[in-house]
């Protein structure tokens, strides 16, 4: 016997339709990359959104095709969540600090119709446009006032233009749930980058999930300043659990320096704002020199990478702001763990308190995560064993866009987990904390360097016999990308002609921070660099740049 409820599928047009409804007066605030704040509400969004879905079908947009955006956090790119996964297409967010190489390459992979565009992103986009084999359009993300003269961009249209060009008398389709609704690049594994590709269910999924009070903790009497970028997995799923609560949402646009940051906590009241560490690094840098404090900000998520324990202990003691510290990833849509108290740990001592909240969490409902040792085989709770750590449920990636990388999950009982690169303990309280990375990419200032293209440069190089990068601790960026070369016999080569050698080829920041030269590099059964070995013996090396 089946259950007697309705059948409405969970598709993303309905959290801007409750959000217009419900909480049509809330407000968006932006800081433009026009220089100027701009406020909206979501009674406004949706009617935009409307208006550009219909602006989309009549550039000929179908269902599932994609549609890029490189773009900061705004108004005009929440519009676009809704308009472009709400009408059936697919919403792909470019990261544009990759190198135009890699953009051309994803924009490729991703058969990306349309392109939109922040106009900071200008010089890159000309840098591509000739080279991109499917992109009918870029549309520049402002009005005519401000459109680009002469930039000799084919096919290019305004935002503004289109938004005009259509009424807001329009019906959201009724999608079947399972419908791509959004594609995210990570590199976060090893070779080139791979999508992600969510799906109307499993936003909608991961989005009530994060709303909940011992998650990410959203509600309609909040002022949510995501700091985490649109383009890095849907800043964690914020402008989604915004609509679905009512929040009001501030976004920062390009403004990520800390005083652009303080300025819009303080002046749009806000009271929960997400983002990686480095970033706030800088906040607390500006705070703390010009003798500041948070007149409302109660909460910040933060994660991407590990949130130094010091970082904790600052916002908690001196600016009474709690940090969430999260754990995800991007075949996780993000979330994954959060850090939040069970009864009776708020009560402990400080010290044991701030290591709850340094562990990357406990596994939010729908995640169920455990670890398995080199066999395979899961491993207790609650002892000293690591293992690596894998997860199930359904915001969870099953296979990458166009089968890349072939079938990422590891069987075992028949139930398929992903094993997601991180090695971890988990205590008896379910709390689980990462000790190591299986996987060998570099997180710097929570962004991800791939060092087998560190690598291949530097092997390209005649003097070098074999170079492994891997990552070395550094006191603002968390990782950087430590080069560790054996030379060719009686070659010569110097650092310096190393680090040179990579102008050019690579974006700059990707550059290896230093050159370590050794004898031999430590080699596996199957040939393979075994870089947990150069880790360990490289593990009290300090960066010159640290
Ligand atoms: P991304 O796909 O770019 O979101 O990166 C996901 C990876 O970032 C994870 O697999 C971890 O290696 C790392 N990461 C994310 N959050 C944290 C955290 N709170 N602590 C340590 N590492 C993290």
């Known amino acids: ?302 994660g991407g990478s590990a949130c130094p324990p010091a970082m904790l202990r600052k916002f908690g003691d001196e600016y009474d702001v709690h940090v969430l510290h999260a754990w995800g990833m991007t075949e996780m849509s993000p979330v994954g763990t959060v850090a939040s108290f069970k009864a009776g740990q708020k009560d402990l001592p400080p010290d044991e308190r701030y290591a709850v909240m340094a562990k990357q969490g406990r596994a939010v409902y729908g995640v169920d995560m455990k670890i398995v040792g080199g066999d395979g085989k899961e491993l207790p709770w609650g002892g000293a064993e690591s293992g690596d750590l894998h997860v199930r449920g359904p915001w969870i990636v099953s296979e990458y866009f166009k089968g890349e990388g072939g079938d990422p999950l590891a069987y075992v009982d028949g139930q398929g987990w992903f094993p997601t690169g991180d090695v971890a303990r988990i205590d008896s309280d379910g709390f689980m904390l990462i000790t190591d990375r299986s996987k060998d990419v570099i997180k710097s200032g929570g962004e991800w360097i791939g060092s087998i293209d560190l690598e291949n440069i530097a092997m390209a190089h005649p003097a070098v016999a074999m170079a492994a990068c891997i990552a070395a601790f550094h006191p603002k960026w968390d990782e950087r990308p430590l080069l560790v070369v054996m030379k060719k016999p009686g070659a010569e080569v110097t650092k310096e002609q190393l680090l040179a050698f990579y102008e050019g080829k690579i974006a700059k920041w990707w550059t290896p921070d230093d050159v370590v030269f050794v004898d031999a590099i430590p080699l596996g059964a199957t040939g393979k660099m075994q870089k947990n070995k150069l880790r360990e013996m490289l593990k009290d090396y300090k960066l010159p740049t640290a």
Not at 146 to 167: F, G, R, T, W
Request: glycine share 6%; hydrophobic share 40%.
């Open 1 to 302: 016997m089946n259950g007697q409820m309705m059948q409405l599928p969970l598709l993303i047009s309905s959290l801007i339709v409750h959000a217009e409804r419900h909480h049509g007066g809330a407000e968006v605030v932006s800081r433009r990359v026009e220089g100027d704040i701009h406020r909206t509400t979501y009674r406004e969004i949706a009617s935009r959104s409307r208006r550009m879905a219909k602006a989309l079908a009549a550039l000929g947009v179908k269902t599932s095709d994609r549609i890029a955006t490189l773009a900061w956090n705004g108004y005009r790119h929440l519009e676009l969540y809704y308009a472009v996964s709400g009408s059936g297409a697919v919403l792909h967010t470019v990261n544009p600090r990759l190198h135009p190489d890699q953009v051309v390459y994803i924009a490729d992979h991703a058969e990306d119709q349309v392109l939109f565009f922040d106009l900071s992103f200008l010089p890159l986009i000309q840098a591509i446009a000739g080279r991109t084999k499917t992109i009918r359009h870029f549309v520049a993300m402002t009005d005519r006032a401000h459109m680009p003269a002469d930039a000799k961009i084919p096919n290019l249209l305004c935002y503004e233009e289109l938004v005009e060009s259509q009424d807001d008398r329009y019906e959201w389709p009724l999608l079947d749930e399972n419908l791509a609704s959004s594609l995210c690049y990570t590199s976060g594994t090893t070779g080139n980058p791979k999508g992600v590709l969510y799906s109307h269910r499993s936003t909608l999924l991961h989005t009530f999930a994060i709303a909940l009070p011992d998650s990410l903790n959203c509600s309609a009497s909040d002022s949510i300043l995501p700091v985490v970028p649109m383009f890095h997995v849907n800043a964690w799923g914020l402008p989604y659990a915004a609509c679905m609560t009512g929040a009001k949402l501030v976004f920062p646009g390009a403004g990520l320096d800390g005083k652009s940051l303080y300025e819009l906590f303080e002046s749009e009241k806000v009271t929960v704002s997400a983002g990686v560490p480095t970033v706030w690094q800088g906040l607390l840098g500006y705070v703390e020199q010009n003798g500041l404090k948070f007149s409302t900000m109660r909460r910040t998520v933060i």
